[in-house]
């Protein structure tokens, strides 16, 4: 795994010229892509569980950003511990809040996480892990934090569990529509190390990890939702 020291997975909160690091945080395109996800969602965590348990699944976020997916989705599943993350501590605020709301309470006190160091670092030990999903990171960071996340999934996530990841990709090397093509070399342009990443090579990444791709969610807004299994 990189231990380059000058990379971090750190995506900015950004709303026009102001940097909020307060509480509550509201991003448009989360709350866009919020419901959509969670449809996907409902077809892979199966949990019969009315609440939290000592042996309820763990639902592991990383990049949590605001923390408005994961107050999404918990309501949803009240038997899944989901725990939030960010590498950004600006945002902590954000997930407290959201977390402390939760009607369910199966939101657990958000943790800082950088995706390029092993989750043992943070607590967690080698397959224990039932979920993990990213949405929005793998385009908007250095490769060094996808090489990590792969790798975490491969390491901590238990035997046939899932990880799920949302984003724009490309497929063949081939990248549609224009819209896309503009949004990749506009984040080219803010930082060479970023832009959309082609499925092929998460593929191969994923093959080095023990990680296998089992479906392949077409979304609106032309992103996609991947579906990764840990053989």
Not at 127 to 137: K, V
């Amino acid at each position: 795994m990189s231990k380059t020291k000058d990379i971090a997975c750190n995506i900015s909160v950004n709303h026009g010229n102001e940097v909020y690091n307060g509480e509550k945080m509201i991003a448009p395109a989360a709350s866009r892509n919020k419901d959509p996800i969670l449809q996907v969602l409902k077809r892979f965590i199966i949990c019969d569980i009315e609440q939290i348990e000592d042996e309820s699944p763990l639902f592991l976020e990383i990049s949590s950003g605001t923390g408005q997916h994961v107050a999404h989705f918990a309501p949803h599943f009240p038997g899944v511990k989901f725990q939030p993350s960010d590498v950004d501590k600006n945002v902590l605020g954000s997930l407290s809040f959201y977390a402390t709301n939760c009607p369910t309470k199966n939101i657990l006190k958000p943790i800082l996480i950088d995706i390029q160091s092993k989750l043992s670092h943070y607590g967690f030990e080698e397959n224990s892990i039932d979920y993990m999903y990213n949405a929005n990171m793998i385009h908007i960071t250095p490769f060094e934090c996808t090489i990590g996340l792969f790798e975490n999934a491969g390491n901590y996530l238990k035997p046939e569990a899932l990880m799920i990841t949302y984003g724009p990709y490309s497929k063949d090397g081939v990248l549609t529509p224009q819209s896309n093509i503009d949004f990749d070399a506009s984040l080219k342009a803010r930082n060479p190390l970023w832009g959309i990443r082609d499925i092929n090579d998460l593929i191969k990444l994923g093959d080095e990890n023990n990680l296998s791709l089992i479906d392949t969610v077409e979304m609106p807004a032309n992103n996609m939702t991947l579906i990764w299994k840990k053989d």
